[in-house]
């Protein structure tokens, strides 16, 4: 049982999902009844991947749980208390998600706390920490990928805001601009998620206006526009302005580390993340907001946004770097001249089948046919095993 095995995964049909993207992934009817947000691939309790064992499925958590060492490796397994660290997934997003933050490791474990001792219930609409956890992630396109990650450098920010809403407010901008450090910038954004309903909704009136004249030469002001076409009267409508607005090409990624406020708008991509489910949200979401949390957890670091390229491991898989423990992504490319081997010291790894045709086998068993949509699971114990054919693939690993 404990080999290499194909898995069965869940998918979460969130409101922004795509009714095509996911479907066509998995051959699934085209369009899908219901829209289909996020595709799962690992041990998070709340939709565990089940691991198909001949006739019958088996949950990866309950596998990993009886076989620790033999699934995730002695080592993996002692660090990460016999637990997978990492969650993979397939997003395909057809508008924007909500604005949102995640906490470190140290914010994570006293939040949990803190609302465990309000009796807060963990499935609770107004519950911000679900576990102990923190929430790194990196997310690589697979199709053009439209996104915000972190504030902007200061003076571009006050160069947006002035553009669309400068008069009305002409005394928050000029404070920034006259205090252009983290503490001036926290100081902006609080006044701005907190304006008063009647100010806010003449903000936001006079801001579209704005906006809309400069749509066609800056997508910053096209993303505005779109936003608050989606989200009426949400400040959230501001983000492209004072946040950096960032298209990936596919291939391209970026890591959001703990405490960059960011946002996903539009496009399909590969995402894999350490297993939490800790998230703070600021706007563009009917889902609960706690904007004094968020605003303490947050960085308010203006920075230039940095996209992320692999780097080659060896002539068929690429790494994407991110300074984290709980995980790694690559991306292998086959095109069936070479065998690629796996490697011998690793620990659980799940591997997507993108596009082509091939398979992947060890010395013992039988060779399992990929193919786009099928994922797979290597166990640690798995020595050695090949693929062959011609494929891209993603898989998610555990730095060793």
Request: proline share 7%.
């Amino acid at each position: 049982m404990i080999k290499i095995a194909i898995l069965k995964n869940s998918i979460q049909e969130y409101a922004w999902g795509s009714h095509t993207a996911i479907a066509d992934l998995t051959g699934q009817a085209l369009p899908s009844k219901k829209p289909q947000a996020e595709l799962w691939m690992g041990a998070h309790p709340k939709a565990p991947s089940r691991v198909v064992c001949g006739n019958r499925c088996v949950s990866l958590p309950e596998l990993i749980r009886d076989n620790p060492v033999e699934m995730l490796g002695k080592a993996i397994s002692k660090k990460f208390n016999d637990q997978l660290p990492y969650l993979f997934k397939v997003l395909a997003i057809a508008s924007p998600l909500s604005i949102q933050a995640h906490p470190d490791s140290e914010q994570a474990r006293r939040g949990f706390s803190r609302e465990n001792s309000m009796k807060i219930p963990i499935d609770a609409f107004n519950r911000n920490y679900r576990d102990i956890n923190h929430k790194p992630e990196c997310i690589c396109a697979l199709t053009r990928f439209w996104a915000l990650n972190g504030f902007r450098m200061v003076p571009d920010i006050v160069s947006g805001m002035r553009k669309v809403c400068g008069h009305e407010l002409s005394k928050e901008i000029d404070h920034l601009e006259n205090m252009p450090d983290p503490k001036g910038l926290q100081r902006f954004f609080k006044n701005l998620m907190n304006l008063h309903a009647d100010i806010k909704k003449n903000v936001v009136t006079k801001a579209i206006q704005n906006a809309a004249k400069f749509s066609g030469d800056d997508p910053v002001f096209k993303w505005m526009v779109r936003l608050h076409n989606e989200y009426p009267g949400d400040v959230g409508i501001f983000a492209p302005v004072i946040l950096n607005l960032i298209c990936l090409e596919p291939g391209q990624a970026m890591f959001i580390k703990a405490g960059e406020l960011h946002a996903y708008l539009e496009g399909m991509g590969m995402e894999i993340m350490a297993s939490s489910d800790n998230v703070l949200r600021g706007g563009l979401t009917p889902k609960y907001m706690d904007v004094p949390e968020l605003v303490r957890i947050l960085s308010f670091k203006g920075k230039k946004p940095e996209i992320l390229v692999p780097f080659a491991k060896n002539s068929l898989e690429s790494i994407y770097p991110c300074p984290v423990e709980e995980f790694v992504l690559s991306v292998i490319r086959l095109d069936g001249s070479k065998i690629y081997q796996g490697p011998a010291d690793r620990s659980l790894e799940i591997i997507l089948c993108i596009k082509g045709e091939g398979y992947i086998q060890n010395l013992k068993n039988r060779a399992i046919k990929l193919k786009k949509g099928i994922s797979v699971m290597i166990p640690a114990i798995v020595q050695k095993y090949t693929i062959k054919g011609e494929l891209l693939l993603y898989k998610a690993a555990v730095p060793v």
